[in-house]
């Protein structure tokens, strides 16, 4: 059983993408340069209502519903969220607003002028006008698409400069429409599923078919490749040409279809929050782009302290979801410096603290800082400080046990404004054989034929996988399991087949 094959079986959405250096003169976006921060904005437990912090607020649906966020012009991020799916706004003081009521919306998208639109019940588009009191009807493809299917879905739906948009079905057609004009079919060969697609400046528009590649189809019709092999959830296209691409990791496309940045397999431990961006981690689903250089990302993970994971050709790790007991879903920001967003972290060099009973924290506003430490739920340990704009350390009243700890942080300041974030610290001294086993049984249960975990260290077992290769034969893999302070992650390693 071969690396592709094997990732591809873990879960659908990744993909196999070798591991290759931006070069040094990329003109990403301020969000994702040498002096961008990651932080993320929402990824809570709470449903939405107005006027709740952005990062307690949980995202439903996670893979499919809620996971298409849109850029405004004047800085807020619009989303999809609760029951029944309705719109809300991430407002530039940190918070939830309401906009107006919009039931059962699949898909977001945004307009350089401000106006949203909208996709609601997989049927109709709607338009919400800057400022407007209530969405407008936009466009019934059941009315005026000829030979639309009655089981057809809009599937997607992108903005174009100018003011047009297109949307697709998919294994069908893509549809452009002009400002006040008719829908415009772009046929595709058959069976090209379309899963994402973004309008550039010229008006041509970038489109992934499934995980095979991503075509350029010009504004007279013609197509030609633009990227090879490259899975894409999301595009968003940049005013100069580049677009970005989310498919597992965040990559960064030039005008011609090559790479320049990519984000999203930093090193170290955790996902990265309060840290330069080029070390974040995260599986990206979907993407948007602010004027001010704020990137965007929706991702999806395991939830709490139990990842699998594989070990790719080039030696970097790759986090599989979806495996473990739960999953996670929220939304990333980029943010480049000096930005008026509010967002806060507890950072990574908590994992360093804590054991000394001090929580580092990263804040871009000054405000009144509450850390609260959780063990299974239950909240052990609390304190309250003032903090400064950029990094700082607040001090328990004591060290917090051994255990497997979650350290929650919300800063409030001047105007209403509201961030924070969590981080899951596993301060546990060794790696016990039953979670060793408990692991190696989740991977058994999804791939089989796990035996032979054997300790090799206070924190580390290694497991034996036999596989079977379609060119090799018969072979045995090696499965890795460690205790790490941000968890326990057992990592397959079909490529050690032996």
Not at 444 to 462: L, N
């Amino acid at each position: 059983m071969r690396i592709r094959d094997l990732f591809r079986a873990v879960a659908s959405t990744l993909l196999l993408l070798a591991l290759a250096g931006a070069p040094a003169s990329a003109a990403v976006p301020a969000g994702m340069g040498p002096e961008g921060r990651v932080f993320t904005l929402v990824g809570g437990d709470e449903l939405p209502r107005e006027g709740l912090p952005a990062h307690k607020l949980r995202v439903q649906g996670a893979l499919v519903r809620g996971m298409w966020p849109a850029a405004l012009p004047g800085g807020e991020i619009a989303l999809v969220a609760g029951r029944p799916r309705q719109p809300w706004l991430v407002g530039m003081d940190g918070r939830l607003h309401a906009l107006p009521a919009l039931r059962g919306v699949t898909r977001l998208a945004a307009a350089q002028d401000g106006t949203l639109l909208a996709v609601q019940h997989e049927r109709t588009i709607h338009r919400l006008a800057p400022r407007a009191a209530a969405w407008d009807l936009l466009l019934d493809p059941r009315r005026v698409v000829a030979d639309w299917g009655p089981d057809w879905e809009v599937e997607g739906l992108a903005t174009l400069p100018g003011g047009g948009y297109a949307f697709w079905s998919p294994d069908t057609s893509i549809w452009r429409v002009d400002p006040g004009g008719a829908p415009v079919e772009i046929p595709l060969a058959e069976g090209d599923p379309v899963t994402a697609v973004a309008g550039l400046p010229s008006g041509d528009l970038v489109v992934a078919i499934d995980d095979e590649r991503l075509d350029l189809i010009a504004r007279d019709g013609g197509i030609r490749r633009f990227a090879p092999g490259t899975m894409a959830f999301g595009l968003a296209a940049l005013p100069d040409g580049d677009v970005l691409r989310a498919g597992v990791t965040l990559d960064l496309l030039g005008a011609g279809g090559g790479r320049l940045a990519r984000i999203g397999r930093g090193p170290g431990l955790g996902p990265g929050d309060g840290g330069p961006a080029r070390r974040a981690r995260l599986l990206a689903y979907s993407v948007a782009a602010a004027p001010d250089g704020t990137v965007v990302a929706s991702e999806f993970g395991d939830k709490g302290f139990d990842r699998i994971a594989v070990r790719m050709r080039d030696g970097s790790v790759i986090d599989v979801p979806l495996l473990t007991d739960g999953f996670t879903a929220g939304l990333r920001v980029f943010a480049p410096p000096a930005t008026a967003r509010p967002l806060a972290a507890v950072a990574r060099g908590t994992y360093r603290s804590l054991p000394r009973g001090r929580v580092t924290v990263r804040s871009t506003f000054a405000g009144h800082a509450t850390v609260v430490v959780r063990r299974a739920g239950r909240e052990i340990a609390r304190a309250e400080a003032d903090v400064p704009a950029g990094r700082s350390t607040i001090a328990l009243a004591a060290a917090p046990p051994a255990a497997d700890l979650t350290v929650s942080l919300e800063v409030t300041g001047a105007g209403g404004r509201a961030a924070g974030g969590r981080l899951e610290v596993s301060a546990l001294p060794r790696l016990t054989r039953r979670a060793a086993l408990a692991l190696a049984g989740v991977i058994e249960e999804s791939f089989g034929g796990v035996a032979d975990c054997r300790r090799t260290g206070r924190r580390r077992f290694v497991c034996e996988q036999p596989l079977r290769d379609p060119v090799t034969g018969n072979c045995t893999a090696l499965i890795e399991i460690t205790q790490r302070a941000d968890g326990r992650t057992a990592i397959m390693d079909p490529e050690s087949c032996a």
